[in-house]
Structure formats: C-alpha cells, structure tokens
C-alpha cells in the first residue's frame, strides 16, 4: 500500500554534531512535503516544507532535501542543540487529493549535551 | 506560538461515560481536524471540517461525533468511552490561502485515559 514512513526510529547524537533525519514515500504523486517536529507533552509544530518543482530548501539551521527519483525526503538539522530532541514527522500530501497531509511514523531525536 | 488551545489537557474517565473535548482557535482558520495518536507514532485523522457546518470523516473509526457551528470552534464527542479509546487528541487548524499551503497549527493535545 502506499505510505510514508521513516528509516530510523531512534537517532542520538552530540551536541553541536549534524543531524540527518530519512524519510520514504511511496505515492509518486505526492506534491507537497513537510516536516513537523513534536515536543514531549506538547502538538507538533511546523518545520518547513517543499514542494515537488525543489529538491532542497533551507531554514534557520535546517535544510529539507527531495530526492524524487528515489522517493526520499531528509531533514537535516546543523549544530544539533538539546532543544533539538524531540520526535520529528514527516507528512505528504498528495496531488490533486484533499488538502489534508498523511503522516508517517516518527523518528525521536535525541541530543546528548 | 499557534493560537489554538484544547481543554482539558488531561482526563481520566470510566467505560461508557460521554465526553467533549473541546479545541478553540483564534486564527480564523477555516480548516479544522481532529487526530488520534499514540506515543511516538503517526497521526491518524479522525475527523475534519472545511467550515462552518461542514464535517468529514478521517480515515479513523474512532467512534466519535463532531460539530462545527462556529468557525473558532470543533468539539470532539465520545458517546461512551471505552479502554481502546486511551490515546492522545491532538486538534489543528488550518487555513486555504494558497493551493499549497496546508501548514497545519496544532493544540497541546488531550491525554485521555479510559479506565
């Protein structure tokens, strides 16, 4: 069936290191991507998203990569912070389909001061 | 910080009681959906609403009712709660400005425990 889903469900790393967080889709008609990042005890929040015409887009200290040809999102984090941990989400949303993003499994960061 | 708020943030309630839980916004979002989720894993629709009286099933058999009769406002309704019900409600807003945009704002969440 089609889905999202992430590589890893765990990722620890040091302080100060950069962080790759993996992301498959399967839906090759998925035009829309975004990365939520969700806080112990809180809803996720918004990270940045990219659309299907990009293969790469930055934030602050974030860097979203598409790879369309092998269905492959990354969310890279520089200069890992603690504030970073927390478990990251990947979310797609399909092309001509509702507006509505389907949501993959989670993967917790964890960053070791 | 997103302006959208659930109450109560957490409730513990026996089998076969009714509950509301409630999810207010003050963005004027037009969109609004309702999630279940377990620790650490994916989101599952629910429900959602594209306006005022207007709602929608999620992927989700949740067992679950929903209304929209303001735009700020999308209360969740479970006529009688049961153990499977246990989980995280997490509600989010969003709004239709562009075609792409479908950037979500989520609230706290409600952990709710049925005993």
């Known amino acids: 069936g089609e889905s999202v889903g992430l590589h890893l469900p765990t990722l620890s790393v040091q302080e100060g290191d950069n962080s790759i967080i993996n992301c498959a889709y399967s839906?090759?008609?998925?035009?829309?991507f975004i990365w939520y990042k969700q806080e112990s005890g809180k809803g996720p929040q918004f990270i940045i998203d990219?659309?299907?015409?990009?293969d790469k887009r930055q934030g602050q200290r974030v860097t979203v990569l598409l790879n369309k040809t092998v269905k492959h999102l990354s969310l890279q984090i520089a200069a890992t912070q603690p504030g970073d941990s927390a478990v990251y989400f990947c979310?797609?949303?399909?092309?001509?389909?509702?507006?509505?993003?389907?949501f993959g499994r989670g993967t917790s960061l964890i960053v070791h001061p | 910080e997103a302006d959208i708020y659930q109450t109560p943030r957490y409730l513990v309630i026996g089998t076969g009681k009714k509950i509301t839980l409630e999810c207010s916004q003050t963005?004027?979002?037009?969109?609004m959906y309702w999630y279940q989720q377990d620790p650490g894993m994916e989101l599952h629709l629910i429900h959602y609403?594209?306006?005022?009286?207007?709602?929608e099933k999620g992927d989700l058999s949740s067992e679950s009712t929903v209304s929209r009769i303001r735009t700020e406002h999308f209360p969740l309704t479970l006529e009688s709660a049961r153990p499977s019900h246990t989980s995280q409600y997490l509600c989010?807003?969003?709004?239709?400005?562009?075609?792409?945009?479908?950037?979500?704002?989520f609230g706290p969440g409600t952990r709710l425990t049925v005993t």
């Open positions: 989010a807003s969003s709004e239709s400005k562009t075609p792409w945009g479908v950037e979500q704002y």
């Open positions: 839906n090759s008609a998925s035009d829309y």
């Open positions: 990219i659309r299907s015409n990009m």
């Open positions: 979310a797609e949303k399909r092309t001509g389909g509702s507006y509505i993003p389907t």
């Open positions: 963005m004027g979002h037009d969109k």
């Open positions: 609403s594209y306006g005022v009286n207007s709602t």
